[in-house]
């Protein structure tokens, strides 16, 4: 069964310029790119529709300047966009009053960016704590809090160092953990990994999957790299010139770009890394002698080695434990040569 929306975006727009709105208004809210260049404006955000639902990581992704920080800020708010409905919990965020989106913010959104904006008089528990004092939590609480989600991101021991005192990577997580501590519904994250190097990257990513198996956080994370988005994402939006061009999953990206631009980013990605046992599988196959089972779900990668080491196939089981199918070593062999063809 699908979750439900949490976050749903209709026709969004967001256009930087003098006389946007009216331009926007006077070409039926729907201003082509020539209108938009001839009048001088650029279309940061263009006619975006997205549904973001409860408890998935949904990657933003696009080259620098196709508008993924504008959105993403245009889904808080933090930016107004020109034109379209947000719809958080089925309240339109446009039409909210200034002093309750605040209160929304502060309580039911979490955010990360790729500065870590920590204040630099303040300990690590200080800054963790920092979002709960504005809130006016008394001191005892706060600190308990913040000394949850601090051991939570791995930093426990460290609560009374200062930002200065630490690398870029826990400075990260120290920018981690305050945006937890509100126990925020719906957590932005925009290129959170982006400043640090590759090494750490990896950790990060890794730790962040770790946080979100135990959480169960609504996710809108942006990249401009896509094999960051296909290790953390469950669904994609690609981004281009403001408009989304593609919304999938790493696996339907792959193996069915939308458009060139697509196919672009997918060309050099490791097949195994995103393809699944359902994708490449035998149907049927009751009555052949296999050797286990595997997942549908799993990626090719996790099963490569037994599938390969193994002279007879192994049986596919589906989510609710039914036998669906059959996957050998040649199945193995075509995903990693690349002779799976698109579907
Ligand atoms: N405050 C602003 N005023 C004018 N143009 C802006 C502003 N912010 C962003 N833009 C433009 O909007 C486009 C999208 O930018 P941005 O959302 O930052 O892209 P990304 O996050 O994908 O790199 C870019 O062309 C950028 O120059
Ligand atoms: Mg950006």
Redesign the pocket.
């Known amino acids: 069964m699908q979750k439900p929306i949490i976050l749903d975006c209709k026709n969004v727009w967001k256009i930087y310029g003098a006389q946007a709105s009216r331009i926007h208004r006077e070409h039926d809210g729907n201003p082509s790119s020539e209108t938009l260049k001839d009048h001088g404006l650029i279309g940061a955000v263009r006619a975006v529709n997205l549904q973001i639902r409860q408890g998935e990581i949904f990657v933003i992704m696009g080259l ?1 300047g196709s508008g ?2 504008t959105l993403v800020r245009c889904l808080s708010r933090l930016v107004e966009p020109t034109g379209g409905e947000i719809l958080f919990e089925g309240k339109d965020l446009l039409t909210t009053s200034d002093a309750e989106l605040i209160e929304i913010r502060r309580k039911k959104m979490g955010m990360v960016f790729q500065q870590f904006a920590l204040l630099p008089h303040l300990t690590v528990l200080e800054n963790t704590a920092f979002p709960l004092e504005v809130q006016g939590i008394p001191q005892a609480d706060r600190e308990a809090r913040a000394r949850e989600v601090i051991e939570l991101v791995g930093l426990k021991g460290r609560e009374s160092y200062y930002p200065r005192q630490l690398s870029g990577g826990q400075q990260q997580r120290v920018g981690i953990a305050r945006s937890l501590a509100v126990e925020p519904d719906l957590w932005f994250l ?2 959170p990994f982006s400043a640090l190097d590759p090494l750490i990257r990896r950790e990060m990513q890794d730790e962040f999957l770790r946080l979100q198996n135990l959480l169960h956080k609504t996710i809108v994370f ?1 990249t401009h790299d896509f094999d960051e988005a296909i290790r953390l994402a469950d669904r994609i939006a690609v981004m281009k010139d403001g408009k989304v061009v593609q919304v999938a999953t790493p696996e339907e990206l792959v193996l069915n770009p939308a458009t060139e631009y697509v196919e672009e980013f997918t060309r050099h990605v490791s097949r195994s890394k995103v393809l699944t046992v359902g994708a490449v599988m035998t149907r049927g196959g009751d009555d052949i002698k296999t050797a286990g089972d595997v997942g549908i779900g799993q990626r090719i990668e996790a099963v490569a080695d037994m599938l390969e080491a193994s002279e007879l196939p192994f049986k596919v089981l589906d989510d609710e434990g039914n036998a669906v199918g059959t996957i050998g070593r040649q199945a193995v062999i075509d995903v990693l040569v690349g002779r799976v063809l698109k579907k």
Request: negative net charge.
């Open positions: 620098s993924k920080s925009d290129e942006i």
